[in-house]
């Protein structure tokens, strides 16, 4: 089945740590996508890679890293440099740039707690 | 200024009947497209419904359909037959054609269906 897959689910990082969450897609997809989402509130877009070896910083960047050495693939590093990390993060894929009518596939989530 | 503006933090609808969530957007461009998602408590993404700028015809999926307003710039989401599998949080996004065809997303209302 085609889609995006996100692990772990559940995460818990000591203060200080870097943590990486991943996100695979199968969908060939050329646009990848991660939000962060507080509780209650919408989301918010840290980085985002229309093609491979390619990202850009969104709203909310600081404190993340990301890579795109693959399509498939687009991991997300939350730095000791991020203040507040607890939140929901959600990874996204479309089919990419000039396609305005094109939905994007989100993954099922990761939930990140600082202990 | 925000691209998605959600002004109803909540709404409660008795089941089997119709309700309607609000968005309005904000965008210079000609070509961008409307989408509304879903979110359970579960926390994954939903895709519902989506409309195109260039559209005549308001979209629909369904129990859902789209209350698009061009001049006013609001592409509602409307509900009907309402059921108790529909309470979730839901999410009016925008993407537009220019620049990086980033997807910008509301706040949410959070939709209760009353028995």
């Known amino acids: 089945d085609g889609g995006i897959t996100q692990s772990p689910k559940y995460l818990f990082r000591k203060e200080g740590q870097n943590v990486t969450l991943s996100c695979e897609q199968n969908?060939?997809?050329?646009?990848m996508y991660w939000y962060r989402q507080d509780p209650g509130q919408g989301l918010r877009l840290i980085y985002y890679?229309?093609?491979?070896?390619?990202?850009q910083k969104g709203d909310i960047a600081e404190g993340y890293s990301v890579s795109r050495e693959k399509k498939e693939s687009f991991p997300l590093t939350v730095t000791s440099a991020q203040k507040n990390p607890t939140a929901f993060y959600l990874c996204?894929?479309?089919?990419?740039?000039?396609?305005?009518?094109?939905?994007?596939?989100f993954g099922q989530g990761t939930r990140l707690t600082v202990v | 200024a925000q691209k998605i503006t959600q002004t109803q933090p909540g709404m409660f609808v008795q089941e089997k009947e119709a309700v309607t969530l609000d968005c309005t957007y904000d965008?210079?461009?000609?070509?961008?497209?409307l989408f509304w998602y879903k979110q359970p408590s579960s926390g994954e993404m939903i895709f519902l419904i989506y409309q195109g700028s260039y559209d005549e015809q308001n979209a629909t999926e369904g129990r859902y359909s789209l209350n698009f307003q061009k001049a006013r710039k609001s592409a509602n989401l409307v509900i009907s037959a309402s059921q108790l599998g529909d309470s979730a949080m839901y999410f009016c996004a925008m993407r537009e054609r220019t620049g990086a065809n980033n997807l910008f997303f509301g706040t949410g209302t959070r939709l209760t269906v009353i028995p």
């Open positions: 890679s229309q093609i491979v070896n390619d990202f």
């Open positions: 996204a894929s479309s089919i990419g740039r000039l396609a305005a009518n094109t939905e994007a596939f």
């Open positions: 965008t210079s461009d000609q070509s961008y497209g």
């Open positions: 969908l060939n997809h050329d646009a």
